[in-house]
């Protein structure tokens, strides 16, 4: 079993930065895709981005150039770098690991922390 514990969030002024980070508790971090998705009020959730476990990057073209995701496999932890932010990025915000093994998908989620852009 994986557990996932996100931390970071909060308010934050148009234009400012974050740091999200996502503190695994299990074993295999290393092997596992690490995503961050997020979930505005009245939208479906959506990739924001993601990390293999050969640290290949994946972002949602909304976050291109403002986002950096990132994982230390030492500390089990994946991070999620955000840099100009704008009301649109107000969404709680989840970490994600998944990895496939012949047929079986491992799948879990963290609980969630909110970001909020306002002034």
């Known amino acids: 079993q994986v557990q996932l514990v996100e931390s970071g969030g909060g308010l934050v002024q148009p234009g400012g930065s974050l740091r999200l980070s996502c503190a695994v508790f299990?074993?295999?971090?290393?092997?596992?895709?690490m995503g961050w998705y997020r979930q505005a009020p009245g939208k479906q959730r959506e990739l924001v981005a993601s990390?293999?476990?050969?640290?290949?990057?994946n972002y949602a073209d909304s976050v291109k150039g403002r986002f950096t995701i990132s994982r230390d496999n030492t500390k089990n932890k994946v991070y999620l770098q955000m840099n100009s932010l704008n009301a649109e990025d107000t969404a709680v915000y989840y970490c994600?690991?998944?990895?496939?093994?012949?047929?079986?998908?491992?799948?879990?989620w963290g609980q969630g922390t909110q970001v909020t852009v306002s002034s």
């Open positions: 994600n690991a998944f990895r496939k093994v012949v047929w079986t998908q491992y799948i879990y």
């Open positions: 990390i293999t476990s050969g640290s290949s990057t």
């Open positions: 299990g074993s295999g971090f290393s092997l596992y895709t």
